[in-house]
């Protein structure tokens, strides 16, 4: 479908179902929350609100860090917002590497002037827990050991207890990216050990792109505020500098995107509401029926056996199929969203998630019907 410039408003867009990487559908309550009219970003209303999305936001992630809060802005200024309050330059940062956004983290790294060492895997499979503790003892002295706990790129749910048991004591602060687990698988930040995690708004919470879920531990933030030979550099991003928005002095900050405040509570209520427990079932058995369906019809896992997340699925198609025409047709002619392969993986895979409020029976029922309907059959 092309709408010509003339007539482009919001309301001749075509909906889509969205069972891609993300972002996700959202709940016609969140939307709901989406259009109330904006608040000042200091209205007492407002802070209220503010300080019971921080207290719910600690619920999801499985923590009692004080330091709890969304950034705004996407995931990838969660990622930003990580990295440069923990990193300086010279700084040595363990970053793992299994798909596009271990890739991404070791960017920004280098970036901020640190030296990166990489433990690599096979786009597809995790990292095994030994070599990143194996890589911690040769670089003891770390600032920061990073890793992706679910692997947006991939599908691949990467194990985090172990490294976080492994790095208890020492002074590296464990950094995690929980971009697509939050809110879909348990993230547990405090019995894994996380320092500092984050994740994005989008894919399981629930809500429309453009806030991204942080959280730092005490020892994290002792680093930040006293451990530090610079300042942060990015002023935007500066975790102590923004806590003083957050806490009793309510100083000024910045314009936060308070509609998307809105929304993000709503979606933490429906969270709350269902239980973090059903929540997680409901993601794996949606998960689990997916890959039965599309396995009937000849696609086959593209991640490690039983390494694979619910809530997103990679997957090869059956024969010599052309996943691009393909993922073409699915989208205009029946209206729903899948992702494709990035890196080593573009043009082989299908990424298909079913994350907050898309993950039900009826998503699942709608794309195998479209695939049964495009001819690609059952195998």
């Known amino acids: 479908m092309t ?27 969140v939307l709901r929350a989406l259009a109330h009219p904006p608040l000042g970003h200091l209205d007492p209303q407002f802070l209220a609100v503010l300080d ?66 990489q433990v690599e895997a096979e786009w597809g499979r995790i990292i095994e827990p030994e070599r990143v503790i194996e890589a911690h003892g040769k670089h003891p002295g770390a600032r920061v050991l990073a890793l992706v706990q679910a692997e947006t790129s991939t599908g691949a749910w990467q194990p985090l207890h172990e490294v976080g048991a492994h790095l208890r004591g020492s002074e590296t602060l464990f950094v995690v990216d929980a971009v697509t687990a939050l809110g879909g698988i348990p993230v547990e930040v405090d019995q894994v ?21 942080i959280t730092y531990s005490p020892k994290a933030m ?11 550099t ?30 993000l509570h709503e979606a933490l209520r429906e969270i709350d509401e269902e239980g973090l427990a059903s929540r997680f079932e409901r993601h794996g058995r949606m998960g689990a029926l ?38 073409s047709v699915l ?13 080593p993986a573009k043009g082989k895979i299908w990424r298909v998630g079913l994350m907050g409020h898309g993950a039900s029976e009826e998503s699942v029922n709608r794309l195998v019907e479209a695939v049964d309907r495009m001819g690609m059959g059952r195998a």
Request: glycine share 14%; proline share 7%; hydrophobic share 35%.
């Open 3 to 29: 709408v010509s410039s003339l007539d482009l408003t919001v309301g001749s867009l075509t909906p889509r179902l969205l069972l891609g990487p993300g972002p996700s559908p959202v709940s016609p309550r």
């Open 222 to 232: 002792r680093a930040i505020g006293q451990g530090r030979k610079t300042p942060v």
């Open 52 to 117: 019971d999305v921080n207290e719910r936001l600690r619920g999801v992630f499985g923590t009692t860090n004080d330091v709890t809060y969304a950034v705004s802005g996407t995931g990838s200024a969660g990622m930003q917002a990580a990295l440069v309050n923990a990193l300086e330059p010279g700084d040595t940062a363990i970053i793992g590497v299994n798909g596009y956004f271990g890739t991404r983290l070791v960017e920004m790294a280098r970036r901020l002037g640190a030296n990166v060492v």
């Open 290 to 327: 997916l890959r039965e369906e599309l396995g009937a019809r000849g696609f086959t896992p593209f991640t490690e056996t039983g390494r694979g997340l619910p809530q997103l699925t990679a997957l090869r198609l059956p024969g010599d199929a052309d996943e691009a025409s393909l993922r």
């Open 193 to 213: 050990g996380a320092d500092i995690c984050y994740s994005a708004t989008q894919k399981c919470i629930g809500t429309p792109p453009g806030l991204s879920p």
């Open 331 to 343: 989208l205009n002619e029946h209206g729903i969203e899948v992702g494709g392969g990035l890196g």
């Open 234 to 263: 990015s002023w935007y991003f500066d975790a102590t500098v923004i806590g003083t928005y957050l806490g009793p002095e309510r100083r000024y900050h910045h314009t936060v995107p308070i509609n998307l405040f809105f929304a």
